[in-house]
T-cell receptor, first 117, second 113 residues
Framework: NAGVMQNPRHLVRRRGQEARLRCSPM?????VYWYRQLPEEGLKFMVY????????ESGMPKERFSAEFPKEGPSILRIQQVVRGDSAAYFC???????????????FGSGTRLTVV | AQSVTQLGSHVSVSEGALVLLRCNYS??????LFWYVQYPNQGLQLLLK??????LVKGINGFEAEFKKSETSFHLTKPSAHMSDAAEYFC???????????FGKGTMLLVSP
């Protein structure tokens, strides 16, 4: 059973380009979360999705960032017109369960490291 | 709002010495608490978690943590450090029944021979 798969592992974009980060959750997991890790910082929540629904996007910047989790295929985090401040590691996590409950927990992917030049 | 404070951005120990990584949290409701480890250029791996029940939680690789409600703490310990323990460690909190984690800024554990 493969873990949470993220690709690409490393992505370099010039300022103004678009970045697309992909996340395939573990088999059977229908809850996906995106977190961003800036240098010297812990992870910050961005968005929580279920299939075809955005449940909580309170951590997403208001502009240029969007996320989706279609019925088929991976979850996509899209950053339009990237700027240097978007350089960070972006982690995806998935869970089979609704939030809550003693068995609740995430599995994290290895991340996509975005560098904007 | 929840928050997590990890005291010390870097902790250095000798191989075989006790490891103690500190974590204090604030939460308006009973929390779920987690410790994750991150090796260079890798994702986060769950070490252990507290949800309910016994306040002393044992995790992988010989680590354990104790939930102390009165001190709002969830410190991570290991009796004897190994070189392979060198990594960054993150404490995180979530509300029971809610999905998102609030992370501390992390503590880099350095282990010397």
């Amino acid at each position: 059973n493969a873990g949470v798969m993220q690709n690409p592992r490393h992505l370099v974009r010039r300022r103004g380009q678009e970045a697309r980060l992909r996340c395939s959750p573990m088999k059977g997991h229908s809850h996906v979360y995106w977190y961003r890790q800036l240098p010297e910082e812990g992870l910050k929540f961005m968005v929580y999705l279920q299939k075809e629904n955005i449940i909580d996007e309170s951590g997403m910047p208001k502009e240029r960032f969007s996320a989706e989790f279609p019925k088929e295929g991976p979850s996509i985090l899209r950053i339009q017109q990237v700027v240097r401040g978007d350089s960070a590691a972006y982690f995806c996590a998935s869970s089979p369960l609704k939030p809550g409950g003693t068995n609740y927990g995430y599995t994290f992917g290895s991340g996509t490291r975005l560098t904007v030049v | 709002a929840q928050s997590v404070t990890q005291l010390g951005s870097h902790v250095s120990v000798s191989e075989g010495a006790l490891v103690l990584l500190r974590c204090n949290y604030s939460s308006s409701v009973p929390p779920y608490l987690f410790w994750y480890v991150q090796y260079p250029n890798q994702g986060l791996q769950l070490l252990l978690k507290y949800t309910t029940g016994a306040t002393l939680v044992k995790g992988i690789n010989g680590f354990e943590a104790e939930f102390k409600k009165s001190e709002t703490s969830f410190h991570l310990t290991k009796p004897s450090a190994h070189m392979s323990d060198a990594a960054e460690y993150f404490c995180a909190v979530s509300d029971q029944g809610y999905s998102t984690l609030t992370f501390g800024k992390g503590t880099m554990l350095l282990v010397s021979p």
